[in-house]
């Protein structure tokens, strides 16, 4: 069979296969495995193009033949399948979503078993992490948000948000194909790509779909004085009774009001402030400065739990944070 083709340009890659092995293995990385099995004699054409952005990947397949891609993997991706013509069948955890031009889907890549293709189909994917999606809706929710999204897998491409996201999503990777606008439009890219998560979260039903659909009454004035105080002394090690004294509140009183308009414990907000507040210094720090100097400013003693929880909340660990920093002023220098 011919070998396949790959050719790269920056974050745009375009990818022609027809040997199933070789075919798995491109499609195969660190922390997944995919395996391609033709169901039929004619075998199986593929061409992928790939362009990344800061936030997320779009990739362009066309397929012909017949074929199941089996699928292990062990990252926190979601992956949103947008078919333009042609059938597909994904087993998620056992259940079976059909995927049609009429129809999407929303998986997680790490429940997503199999992917079954029948005849000729072309689709657009969405690929974004776990925690991009977390750290987005928690700037938008202002408050922490933990565990899985639980998407509904479905998606109806035929009318409203569904064929928005289509439409926005097919214009993204038009734009970042090679020599396209976008790729040297870095503000412009990035409005994009906010804009295209913001309306993942905001149009597709999941866990926490309620929490940005809510109406709340205004914040109680205990709530939003120990949220300025809390602001106001991020460096220092506060305790939960100063937090309660400063906001004129017993300590119970504050833990409620936090639980109903905060949704979280007073503590976890505040961890939740620290941690955009060292995000904040780390994009901006000088040659001098290191992560643990950073991280114990503002009250983050342990390493290791900090990294974690530091990766959880933005994507990425504080060491790539501060290297990109460091990138931008050499850059500008």
Known sequence: ?????????????????????????????????????????????FKCEYAAAELLGL?????????VFEHESANEKYLIFLPRYGFAAIDVNGAR??????????????????????????HLVIVVDRATLSSRLMDMLEVPVTGEFD????IDLTA????????????????????????????????FTNGLV????????????SDLNRVTSPMPRHVKRAVDFMRANLSKPLTIQEIALASGSGIRSLQEGFRRFK??????????????????????????????DIALKWGFP??????????????QAPSETLQSSSFRIRSSG
């Open 151 to 154: 998407f509904f897998p479905e």
């Open 198 to 209: 913001e309306l993942l979260l905001e149009s597709l039903p999941h866990r926490h779909t």
């Open 59 to 67: 990739a362009l397949c066309r397929y012909r033949g017949s074929a």
């Open 97 to 122: 979503v059909l995927t049609s031009p009429t129809r999407g889907a929303i998986v997680a890549c790490q429940q997503t078993k199999s992917l079954t293709l029948s005849g000729p189909m072309e």
């Open 263 to 292: 949704l979280t414990t007073p503590r976890s907000y505040l961890q939740y402030l620290r941690l955009d507040a060292v995000h904040q210094e780390l994009l901006q720090a000088k040659p001098s400065q290191t992560v643990g």
């Open 302 to 315: 342990h390493p290791g739990r900090f990294a974690a929880d530091y990766r959880k909340r933005f994507g």
């Open 1 to 45: 069979m011919r070998r396949g083709n790959i050719a790269y340009k920056e974050d745009y890659v375009v990818v022609e296969c027809t040997d199933p092995a070789e075919l798995s293995s491109i499609l195969s990385g660190s922390e997944s495995r995919v395996t391609v099995k033709p169901t039929t004699r004619s075998g199986i054409q």
């Open 160 to 191: 409203g948000a569904g064929l928005t996201i289509v439409q926005t999503a097919a214009a993204l990777h038009s734009g970042l194909a090679s020599s396209a606008a976008l790729r040297n439009a870095p503000v412009a890219r990035s409005s």
